[in-house]
């Protein structure tokens, strides 16, 4: 029997980049999936549920298929529309968690675009006006 030294970790190393070659490999989708895959296996721990195993395993099964896949434009579009909400998400987040933390401001939302428009935090009824359509807010600031 052989004994796994440098050497033939090295040979396993080269064998596995050479299969992963043209393959779509690890990306950000795969890696929520397997989060996401992770977190069902802990709850199924608990609950011992059949349908949560299932989907579990079938989640599994499509990331590894994503991950080794040849076609790599069409795991490239599936990575690209999980980027875009996934950016939605983190950017109410992260605007949510500054509207929490900014004491000297007070943030309201534009009427007719939706904008959020940060004032400063001085008491009473104060008119605004939108920076991006030009409307004229009446706002009142406790």
């Known amino acids: 029997m052989?004994?796994?030294?440098?050497?033939?970790?090295?040979?396993l190393r080269r064998k596995f980049i050479a299969f992963m070659d043209g393959r779509n490999g690890p990306d950000a989708l795969y890696k929520a999936s397997?989060?996401?895959?992770?977190?069902?296996?802990?709850?199924?721990?608990?609950?011992?549920?059949?349908?949560?195993?299932i989907l579990m395993w079938a989640l599994f099964f499509w990331s590894m298929f994503r991950c080794f896949s040849k076609n790599v434009y069409k795991r490239g579009v599936e990575?690209?529309?999980?980027?875009?909400?996934?950016?939605r998400?983190?950017?109410?987040?992260?605007?949510?968690?500054?509207?929490?933390?900014?004491k000297e401001?007070?943030?309201?939302k534009c009427r007719s675009c939706k904008t959020v428009l940060?004032?400063?935090?001085?008491?009473?009824?104060h008119?605004?006006?939108?920076?991006k359509c030009?409307?004229?807010l009446t706002v009142k600031i406790r």
């Open 127 to 131: 008119t605004a006006v939108c920076p």
């Open 79 to 87: 990575n690209r529309v999980w980027l875009d909400i996934e950016g």
């Open 134 to 136: 030009g409307e004229k």
């Open 118 to 125: 940060r004032l400063p935090r001085r008491s009473g009824t």
């Open 2 to 11: 052989k004994k796994f030294n440098a050497v033939n970790a090295e040979k």
């Open 105 to 108: 401001h007070s943030y309201k």
């Open 34 to 53: 397997i989060i996401i895959y992770m977190s069902m296996a802990v709850l199924n721990l608990f609950l011992r549920s059949t349908i949560i195993g």
């Open 89 to 102: 998400f983190r950017k109410k987040f992260s605007m949510t968690k500054t509207m929490l933390t900014d």
